[in-house]
């Protein structure tokens, strides 16, 4: 049975590369046509592949349907949270998650600093999108022409004398964001709070959520906070793997 099943699967990633016969199937299975055809049949009864006119067989509807449901299905925060929870057990500060949704970069997750100082962010409230290091992320991911109209629309509150002044000030850094995978507000929102951030992809690469690390400077030091940023990139990393079906693998806490 188990080797059926592995021939059947098999047969999907061939498909994948273009509508095949007969012949060619069984000829990269290594099995007789008569098995092949079995198993086509079974898989075109279940939707997952199609018999062409021209009696060649692509991959079915079925198959993209069930695909699209299982991503529509992922909830990133449920599979986050654990990481998140490691990562500040690690480190001690605070963890956010945030998506962008309908024009918005929200949070969506929250892991508290174990240390006296806390932040006022909360899950469900926007951030502050043109300083703040998880929007530059998402935003940064947007095509173009999308990262230009969004930067237009927007207003730039000068939280401080580090906050983004300007649509050209803010395209030109989420440039430099897309360039190097990460981002930083080291004291746009607030003097005394620096944050590092990474990304969250899905089986696309296009960055589905970030996640960032915050802590105040009476803490730590801006300098001293980005040490930590291959941590969170490998979290982030680690995150992403599972998201997308790929072999998850847990962040640690030594290296670079």
Not at 182 to 187: H, N, P, V
Request: hydrophobic fraction near 40%; proline fraction near 5%.
């Amino acid at each position: 049975m188990s080797q059926t099943v592995d021939r059947a699967l098999s047969i999907l990633p061939l498909l994948a590369e273009g509508p095949a016969d007969l012949g060619q199937v069984a000829d990269r299975l290594g099995v007789h046509k008569s098995t092949a055809l079995r198993l086509l049949r079974t898989l075109h009864e279940h939707g997952l592949v199609y018999r062409q006119s021209d009696q060649r067989y692509r991959l079915g509807a079925r198959l993209f349907a069930l695909a699209q449901e299982a991503v529509e299905n992922l909830d990133i925060r449920e599979i986050a949270h654990p990481h998140l929870v490691r990562l500040n057990e690690s480190c001690g500060h605070t963890v956010h998650l945030a998506v962008y949704e309908e024009g918005e970069v929200l949070y969506i997750d929250k892991v508290e600093s174990r240390y006296p100082v806390r932040m006022y962010s909360r899950i469900g409230k926007p951030v502050a999108i043109t300083v703040a290091a998880v929007a530059k992320l998402l935003l940064a991911d947007l095509p173009e022409t999308e990262r230009r109209t969004v930067a237009d629309k927007l207003d730039y509150p000068m939280y401080t004398s580090r906050s983004t002044p300007n649509a050209p000030a803010f395209l030109r850094e989420l440039e430099k964001v897309r360039e190097q995978g990460w981002a930083t507000d080291l004291g746009g929102h607030e003097e005394s709070i620096n944050c590092v951030a990474a990304p969250l992809t899905g089986t696309d690469g296009r960055v589905v959520a970030a996640m960032s690390v915050s802590a105040p400077n009476v803490v730590v030091t801006a300098d001293e906070l980005l040490t930590l940023l291959p941590l969170v990139r490998r979290t982030a990393d680690a995150i992403s793997g599972e998201y997308s079906g790929r072999t998850p693998t847990p962040a640690k806490d030594n290296g670079s």
